[in-house]
């Protein structure tokens, strides 16, 4: 069974760090693309970063470009974001997803999801 676990999360004030992580289980982790979404209390699910199977290609919304960095541990089955300089409209909750194909910002192109955790940044 399938399963993706985020941790990591929590309250921080502005200008704080944090660093997610997403625990993969029952698949081969490297044949999957992955990506992390937000969402925020009445508002869409959001795109933020999205990793390539082996980590070649990598993208980031624009809002969160040079504050955050995504990675990935295909040995840990282990996915990563490190969040720097957070902002309160940085509050959601983060999500973990991951696909079959290509690095996507389509949150249905995503075959499995996390339970998502957490951020809240204070100001």
């Known amino acids: 069974q399938v399963q993706l676990v985020e941790s990591g999360g929590g309250l921080v004030q502005a200008g704080d760090s944090l660093r997610l992580s997403c625990a993969a289980s029952g698949l081969t982790f490297s044949n999957y693309a992955m990506g992390w979404f937000r969402q925020a209390p009445g508002k869409e699910r959001e795109f933020v970063s999205g990793i390539s199977q082996l980590g070649f290609s990598i993208d980031y919304v624009d809002s969160v470009k040079g504050r955050f960095a995504i990675s990935r541990d295909n040995a840990k089955n282990t996915l990563y974001l490190q969040m720097n300089s957070l902002k309160p409209e940085d509050t959601a909750v983060y999500y973990c997803?991951?696909?079959?194909?290509?690095?996507?910002?389509?949150?249905?192109?995503?075959?499995?999801w996390g339970q998502g955790t957490q951020v809240t940044v204070s100001s």
């Open positions: 997803a991951a696909q079959r194909g290509g690095l996507s910002h389509r949150p249905g192109d995503y075959n499995y």
